[in-house]
């Protein structure tokens, strides 16, 4: 059976700009869409037009920049954010707006001090005043993970009548369980009337750690577009990370779900996108971490040289990176040092790895890593290197 396709909307430098000391100016926002581009993106949402001069240059020239995927712009569900989206939009081969307003008690009763009447009234002018500027119209639905689902189908309802496109779920402040979140997208699939016009969307935050098994449990009851930046920032503890949710698709067939994404970029692009916003990714970062292909402990490293896929359910290949690599510390063992000798030229037999080995453990002891000059200085000192090359 064919898969069925989840559009990959990137939010990096919308939601994922938003993040304290990542400011991008116009010429590295273009430089990361047109990248975004290779990538193969469905959507990139390119900024919040109203919200300064800087932003609103940007999404115009992103617009100009980029051909193939659709180009985003936020607004809240207020008249003048939309007509400046609208405007700033002008030049994109396929604009979309993404408009929407608070639904949780939390924001009706506080934030927004008015009632649900009024969000639905607000939510058809918006979805409604948006059509104006563009065919393509995604409504969203602030703080729906805390938004109880009879009351979020209604504003859905509402949204889909006045003509929205996509149906944006967000959950907001990274509150939801997986099943949980699964099961209001499924809620929504199976109450939502004409929700076969709209495309759902996810769009989850990691408060908890759990945006990319959210965004998952989405896709898996229905939705068809996950929201989702690269290396996972955006505000407070980021968003769903795109390499992540891309590379579980692509590694689980059984879910049927297709991104056509060009996965061997994201390396590349993840650092890009930490080099310009001086975001370090952290080592332990799923995908594009430092350490994601890294093999430090003996038992792991003697498993990966016998067999790469004993400890990697991934090849590095397939998002960018050159290899595994095994890594020399105090937990490595016999086969690693011998590997790693090999690696600079030096064919070790099974007496020399025996005298190198103590040796090697008691530098180990010292240091966090031994690199290659490390190595050569051991085996140097135990007379091996000439031995080596020689044999
Ligand atoms: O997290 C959120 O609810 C958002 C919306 C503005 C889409 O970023
Ligand atoms: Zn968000």
Known sequence: MASDKVYIFDTTLRDGEQVPGCK???????????????????IIEAGFPISSPGDFKSVEEICKAVND???????????????????????????????GIGTSD??????????????IERTVAAVKHAKRFVEDVEFYAEDAGRTDNEFLAKVCEAAIKAGATVLNIPDTTGYCLP????????????HVKGIHK?????????DLGLAT???????????RQIECTINGIGERAGNTSLEEVVMIMKQHPRLNLDT??????????SSLVSDRMGMVVQANKAIVGENAFAHSSGIHQDGVIKKRETYEIMDPADVGVDKSSIVLTARSGRAALAFRCKEIGINLTKVELDKLYPEFLKMADTKKEIDDKDLMIICERMGLFVNAITL
């Open 179 to 190: 099943e949980e979140y699964g099961a209001k997208i499924k809620y929504l699939k199976e």
């Open 260 to 269: 056509g994404i060009n996965t061997k970029m994201l390396k590349s692009l």
């Open 24 to 42: 991008l100016n116009t010429p590295e926002k273009v430089e990361i869409a047109l990248k975004l581009e290779q990538l193969g993106v469905d």
């Open 198 to 206: 709209a495309i759902i969307s996810t769009h989850c935050h990691n």
């Open 106 to 119: 939390s924001h009706v009763q506080y934030k927004l001090r008015t009632t649900r009447e009024k969000i």
């Open 213 to 223: 098994a959210n965004s998952i449990a989405g896709v898996s009851n229905g939705a």
């Open 69 to 99: 995927p659709i180009v985003c712009g936020l607004s809240r569900a207020v008249m003048k954010d939309i007509e400046v989206a609208g405007d700033a939009l002008k030049f994109a081969k396929r604009p979309r707006i993404h408009t």
